[in-house]
């Protein structure tokens, strides 16, 4: 079988109140040609974070305009992949690691996308909370 490229984009909009490790200040690539700003569900959101940790993974990262990684409520995050390899194989550990989630984070559900018309693409819509699980 012949393998074909895919995109895939995981979109998130996490209600959280989680911190992180302050972040440099710095300018972050659009690797995707997405924009630096994006509009979602009547908000704005800019381009706080990016990494191209492979050749064929992408990851940006977007909050509202008055929000860091220290204190945030909403966060827009973009995954893509592009290579050699099948879109559920892509797509499946991200899905397995939401079903274990929800036994415990009651606000985690999510909603797979894929695209009809082009059978190398699809769009994992999710929603997690900042609950930590607890032993």
Known sequence: MNKKKLLLAIGLISLTLISFTTLNLQEFIDYL???KQLQFDNEKF???WSSHPSAEYYKQEYLREDENFNSFHKM???DA???????SDAVE???KGLE?????DFVCNYTLY???DKKNEAIIDFVVSDTMYIY
Do not use: A, H, Y
């Not at 992949?81 to 879109?87: K, L």
């Open 76 to 78: 827009l995050m973009v």
């Open 100 to 104: 274990k989630r929800k036994q415990w």
């Open 114 to 116: 894929e695209n009809e």
């Open 33 to 35: 040609s997405i924009g």
């Open 81 to 87: 992949m592009v290579g050699d390899i099948w879109v």
């Open 46 to 48: 800019e381009l706080k």
């Open 93 to 95: 550990p991200k899905l």
